[in-house]
C-alpha cells in the first residue's frame, strides 16, 4: 500500500507540473497504470500536434502498454512514413515487443500463454521475470510446468522463492517433478532436507525419487564424513543410493570406507553406484586389496547393471580380464542390456581395445555398433570404419535418437518416448540434438562423407529447431560443423538451401544467414515461419530489427509471438 501511495503521489505531482505539456502528462498516466487515459491523451495531442515525434512515440508506447496491438500498428505505420528513422528508436521498437508479450501472458489459450513465457525467458530481462512470477501461478497447470521449467534455468531470487514454495505445495505430478528437479538446478539449499524426505518416504512415486536423488545430488558443494555416513547406513535404498553418488561426484576417497559395505547391499541400484564410485575413482587398491578382486566378486551379479559396472571396473584395471567379462553381455538377447555393455566398453577408452573393434564388426544390432564406434573414435582407431558406420545410420535410420544416461555411462538408444502436448521439449526435438551431435562428430573428424549424411539428413527431416524450448537445451557447433552446414548454403534444392541456414542460425549464430532468412519467411509455411523467426532471435543481427517488427502485424498469434520474442533477443544481444 505504502508503494502505491508513494507512486501515485508522484505521478499526481507529474500531473501538475505537467498540465502544459503533453508527453509528460501521458507518461504520468503510464506510470499510474492507467493506460486507457494515457491513451486518450495522445489521441487528443495529437489531432494537435501530429508532426511531434515524441508524442508518436508515447502514443505507441501507451498502446502496447494497452494491449492495443492492432492500433499500435497502425500507429506504428504512419509514425515510420513521418520518421524514416523509427526502427533506431529502441525504447519505442522494445515497448511494442514487450506489449505484444505481455498480452500474450494473459491470453485465454495456454498455449499462448507458454509462448510468452518463451519470450519472457529469452528477453533476460526484469520485465520478462514478471511475466514468470506471474504464470507460476497459472490455474493451468500445464503453463505452471513450463514456468517452473523455465525458472530453472535462471536464478532470479523472486524465482527461486515461487519454485519453492511451488516445491511445497503443488499437488499436479507433473508440475511437482518439475519443482523437485527445478530446487536442485536452482540450488536452493533449503530444500535439501525436503528431498531427502522425498527419497525416504514409501509413498514416493519411482520418478519423485529419481528426481529427488539427481536434484540433491546437485546441492552437495561438499559432504563431511558423518554425513556420508548417516547416508550410507540409512534404512532407505535411495539415501543409501546417495551416498555412493555423491562419494563418486565429488572425488571423496577418504569416504568410500562407508560405501564399502554397499557393494552387497540387497538394492541392485546400491550395489550397481556403489561399484561405479571405486571406478570413478580411478583407484588401483583399497585397504590392501586390488580393486580387481571386488569388481570380479560381483560379475556374476543376479543384476545385469551391476555386472556390467563391474566389468567396466574391471576393465580399467585388468583389460583381459574385464574384456573376457564383457563378452556375452555384447550378444545378449535383450538390446538395453546390449546397449548397456556396449557404452560401457565404449567409456573403457583404451583399455577397451582389442574387444570392442572386434565387436564393432561383428555386431548384428546396428546401436551396439554405433556406441561402439563413437569410442573407436575417441581412441583414434577405425575411425573410417567407425565414422562410416554413424554415417549410415544418420542417412538410412527412421528413428528417433537420444542419449540415455545409466549410471555413469551415456548411450546412444532408439526413443520411446511419445509427444507430450503439456511439454516444452519434444522427441523430434531431442533427436535433432542428437543428429547434431552425431554431425559434430564427424565434421571434427573430417570425415569425407558427412557432408553427404547432411544433405540426406536435411532432405528427409525438417530441420532447424523443433520449437523454441529446443534452444533451451542447444549447445553450439563446433567450428568443423559450422564450416561443413555453410557448404550446403549454395546448394540447388531451396529446402535444403532454408534447413542449413536454420542450423547456422540456431546452432553457429551466424549473421551471414540473415538476408537469406528474411526472404525465405515469405515463401514458407507457418511452421517454416515460426522456424525462421526462431532462428533470427538466436542470431540477434541488428539488421532484424526493421523485419521483424513488421511481423508483429501478423495475423496468426505465435508468428506475432515469435517476433516479439526475436525482438526482444535481438535488442538485447
Not at 502514443?59 to 500507429?75: F, P, S, T
Not at 532462428?535 to 517476433?563: C, D, K, M, T
Request: with cysteine.
Amino acid at each position: 500500500m505504502l508503494y502505491n501511495s508513494i507512486v501515485f503521489f508522484l505521478a499526481s505531482s507529474s500531473i501538475i507540473t505537467a498540465t502544459e505539456n503533453p508527453v509528460k502528462r501521458i507518461y504520468a498516466n503510464l506510470l499510474v497504470h492507467d493506460f486507457p487515459m494515457a491513451v486518450q491523451e495522445a489521441k487528443v495531442a495529437l489531432q494537435n500536434d501530429d508532426h511531434n515525434e515524441e508524442l508518436w512515440q508515447a502514443y505507441i508506447q501507451a498502446l502496447a502498454k494497452n494491449g492495443d496491438e492492432h492500433e499500435m500498428m497502425r500507429a506504428w505505420k504512419m509514425y515510420s512514413e513521418k520518421f524514416p528513422n523509427a526502427a533506431s528508436n529502441h525504447a519505442v521498437v522494445e515497448s511494442m515487443a514487450w506489449g505484444v508479450l505481455e498480452k500474450a501472458s494473459k491470453n485465454a489459450n495456454p498455449m499462448t500463454r507458454i509462448y510468452a513465457l518463451l519470450g519472457a525467458f529469452f528477453s533476460q530481462d526484469a520485465k520478462g521475470v514478471e511475466i514468470i512470477h506471474r504464470l507460476l501461478s497459472d490455474a493451468n497447470s500445464c503453463v505452471r510446468g513450463a514456468a517452473v521449467l523455465i525458472s530453472s534455468h535462471l536464478h532470479d531470487a523472486k524465482l527461486c522463492d515461487d519454485v519453492w514454495r511451488i516445491f511445497l505445495e503443488e499437488k499436479v505430478p507433473k508440475v511437482r517433478l518439475e519443482a523437485i528437479q527445478a530446487v536442485g538446478e536452482m540450488k536452493i539449499k533449503k530444500a535439501k532436507t525436503q528431498l531427502i524426505s522425498i527419497i525416504a518416504d514409501p509413498m514416493s512415486t519411482a520418478q519423485e525419487k529419481a528426481v529427488a536423488i539427481v536434484s540433491i545430488i546437485s546441492m552437495f558443494d561438499s559432504a563431511d564424513r558423518q554425513e556420508i555416513q548417516a547416508l550410507s547406513t540409512s534404512n532407505r535404498a535411495g539415501l543409501r543410493l546417495v551416498a555412493c553418488k555423491v562419494v563418486s561426484e565429488l572425488d571423496l576417497i577418504d569416504c568410500l570406507d562407508c560405501i564399502e559395505p554397499l557393494l552387497k547391499d540387497h538394492s541392485s541400484e546400491v550395489r550397481a553406484a556403489a561399484i561405479a564410485a571405486f571406478g570413478a575413482l580411478h583407484i588401483t587398491n583399497y585397504q590392501g586389496k586390488p580393486v580387481t578382486e571386488l569388481a570380479a566378486e560381483m560379475l556374476n551379479d543376479n543384476d545385469s547393471d551391476v555386472a556390467i559396472t563391474a566389468a567396466w571396473v574391471l576393465t580399467l584395471n585388468d583389460p583381459n580380464q574385464g574384456q573376457k567379462a564383457f563378452n556375452n553381455w555384447l550378444k545378449h538377447h535383450q538390446q538395453d542390456i546390449r546397449l548397456l555393455a556396449a557404452s560401457a566398453l565404449a567409456s573403457c577408452g583404451k583399455y577397451s581395445l582389442p574387444l570392442a573393434e572386434n565387436a564393432f564388426k561383428q555386431s548384428n544390432d546396428p546401436y551396439v555398433r554405433l556406441n561402439l564406434a563413437l569410442g573407436l573414435i575417441g581412441q583414434q582407431n577405425s575411425i573410417e570404419q567407425a565414422c562410416g558406420e554413424l554415417c549410415n545410420g544418420l542417412v538410412h535410420s527412421d528413428d528417433r535418437w537420444t542419449w540415455e544416461e545409466r549410471g555413469p555411462f551415456r548411450m546412444l538408444v532408439p526413443s520411446t518416448l511419445s509427444r507430450d502436448a503439456s511439454s516444452l521439449d519434444s522427441p523430434d526435438a531431442e533427436n535433432q540434438r542428437t543428429r547434431l551431435d552425431i554431425i559434430n562428430t564427424l565434421a571434427i573428424m573430417k570425415y569425407s562423407h558427412a557432408k553427404d549424411a547432411l544433405v540426406q539428413c536435411l532432405q528427409h527431416r525438417l530441420w532447424g529447431v523443433a520449437g523454441m524450448a529446443a534452444a533451451l537445451m542447444l549447445t553450439e557447433g563446433d567450428e568443423p560443423a559450422l564450416d561443413l552446414v555453410r557448404t550446403l548454403l549454395d546448394n540447388k534444392n531451396d529446402n535444403i538451401k532454408l534447413q542449413a541456414a536454420l542450423i547456422l542460425a540456431i546452432w553457429g549464430r551466424d549473421e551471414e544467414v540473415i538476408t537469406f532468412l528474411h526472404e525465405a519467411y515469405h515463401k514458407g509455411g507457418r511452421d517454416q515461419k515460426e522456424r525462421i523467426l526462431e532462428g533470427i532471435g538466436r542470431v540477434g543481427a541488428s539488421s532484424s530489427i526493421p523485419f521483424l517488427v513488421e511481423r508483429l502485424n501478423e495475423a496468426s498469434n505465435s508468428l506475432r509471438i515469435l517476433a516479439a520474442s526475436a525482438l526482444l533477443e535481438t535488442l538485447y544481444h
